[in-house]
C-alpha cells in the first residue's frame, strides 16, 4: 500500500512542478514585450542620434548641421575601414582552414584585423572631440551626463520591432 500512495504522492508532485514551470515561462515570456525605452521615445524621428543630440541639448540649426555632416564623414571612413576588415577577415578564414596553413600569413592578417579596429577606435574618439568642440560648455556638460543612455537607446535589442 506504501508504494501506491508513494506513486501517487509523486505523480501529484510532478503535476505541480509542470504546472509552476508553465506559469514561469508564460510570465516570462509576457513581460519581454513590455519593455520601455530607456530614455526618449520610438519615434521615426529620432532614428538618427542628430535629432536626438538636437533635441537633448538644444543644439542651434547651424551645430545640428554641423554635427550632421561630422557624423556622415566618420560613416563614410567606417564604412572604408569595416570593408577592409571584412575582407580581411575572409582571407584570414581562408588561410586558417587550407590544407597547409601559414602561420606567418595568418599573424600577419590578424594584426592587420587588430590595426584596423585600433584606426576604426582612433576615428570615434577624433569624432568625439569635434563634436565637443561644436557644442557649448553646458551643452558638453549635458553630454557627458547622457552619453550611455544615448549608446543604450540605439542598441539593436532596444529598437522598435519592425513589422
Same mark, same amino acid.
Not at 66 to 94: A, G, H
Not at 143 to 157: A, G, H, M, Q, T
Given at each position: 500500500?506504501?508504494?501506491?500512495?508513494?506513486?501517487?504522492?509523486?505523480?501529484r *508532485?510532478?503535476?505541480?512542478?509542470?504546472?509552476?514551470?508553465? /506559469?514561469l &515561462?508564460f510570465y516570462?515570456?509576457s513581460?519581454?514585450?513590455?519593455r520601455?525605452?530607456?530614455?526618449f521615445?520610438?519615434?521615426?524621428?529620432f532614428?538618427?542620434?542628430s535629432?536626438?543630440?538636437?533635441?537633448?541639448?538644444q543644439l542651434?540649426?547651424?551645430?545640428?548641421?554641423? =554635427?550632421?555632416k561630422?557624423?556622415? !564623414?566618420f560613416? &563614410?571612413? %567606417?564604412q572604408?575601414? %569595416?570593408?577592409?576588415? #571584412?575582407?580581411q577577415?575572409? $582571407?584570414m578564414?581562408t588561410?586558417m582552414? !587550407? #590544407?597547409? $596553413? +601559414?602561420d606567418? *600569413?595568418?599573424k600577419?592578417?590578424? #594584426? !592587420? =584585423? $587588430?590595426?584596423n579596429?585600433?584606426?576604426r577606435? *582612433? @576615428?570615434?574618439? &577624433?569624432q568625439?572631440?569635434a @563634436?565637443?568642440d561644436? /557644442?557649448t560648455?553646458?551643452?558638453?556638460?549635458?553630454?557627458?551626463? =547622457?552619453v550611455? %543612455?544615448?549608446? +543604450?537607446?540605439?542598441?539593436?535589442?532596444?529598437?522598435p =520591432?519592425?513589422?
Amino acid at each position: 500500500m506504501d508504494v501506491f500512495a508513494q506513486n501517487k504522492l509523486l505523480k501529484r *508532485l510532478l503535476l505541480v512542478l509542470v504546472l509552476l514551470n508553465a /506559469c514561469l &515561462i508564460f510570465y516570462l515570456f509576457s513581460n519581454s514585450y513590455k519593455r520601455e525605452p530607456l530614455l526618449f521615445p520610438k519615434k521615426e524621428a529620432f532614428k538618427d542620434v542628430s535629432g536626438i543630440l538636437k533635441k537633448e541639448l538644444q543644439l542651434t540649426d547651424d551645430q545640428a548641421l554641423k =554635427i550632421q555632416k561630422l557624423r556622415d !564623414s566618420f560613416y &563614410i571612413k %567606417e564604412q572604408v575601414l %569595416e570593408k577592409t576588415n #571584412k575582407c580581411q577577415k575572409d $582571407s584570414m578564414n581562408t588561410a586558417m582552414f !587550407s #590544407k597547409n $596553413s +601559414d602561420d606567418r *600569413l595568418i599573424k600577419h592578417l590578424a #594584426k !592587420s =584585423i $587588430s590595426e584596423n579596429v585600433y584606426q576604426r577606435e *582612433l @576615428l570615434r574618439y &577624433i569624432q568625439a572631440k569635434a @563634436l565637443k568642440d561644436i /557644442c557649448t560648455p553646458q551643452q558638453q556638460e549635458h553630454l557627458s551626463e =547622457i552619453v550611455k %543612455e544615448v549608446r +543604450d537607446y540605439f542598441r539593436p535589442d532596444n529598437q522598435p =520591432i519592425k513589422k
